[in-house]
């Protein structure tokens, strides 16, 4: 796969695409907009882990057979709690970053 064609795309370009595309918002970038999302994050996340416990609890009690349904809710909820916990590191390092800050 050649990828060469790529490396003179420039951020502003890809932020004018994903705007487009209606991919990121930029209306509200205000604490309250970032909460919000970030509870959305954990709210999924927690609605992953819950469905991928009851495809094991179905799987063991013998009320699903597919192996497919369960590996991809474990996968799914697994990824989730990797990227929530991505986030909430890079948040607390941020966080770290302004109290060192000198005012």
Known sequence: MDISSLTNISSD???Q???????????D?????VL???????????????NAQSEVIRFALGQSENTHDLSTAQTKAL????????????????????MNMQI
């Open 29 to 33: 970038d205000s604490f309250s907009s």
């Open 36 to 50: 919000s999302s970030a509870m959305n994050m954990v709210s999924e996340t927690n609605n992953l882990q819950n």
């Open 17 to 27: 695409i994903a705007q487009q595309n209606r991919l990121v918002t930029t209306d």
């Open 13 to 15: 370009y890809l932020n």
């Open 79 to 98: 990824t989730a709690i990797q990227y929530t916990v991505a986030v909430r590191d890079k948040m607390i390092d941020a966080y770290k970053e302004i």
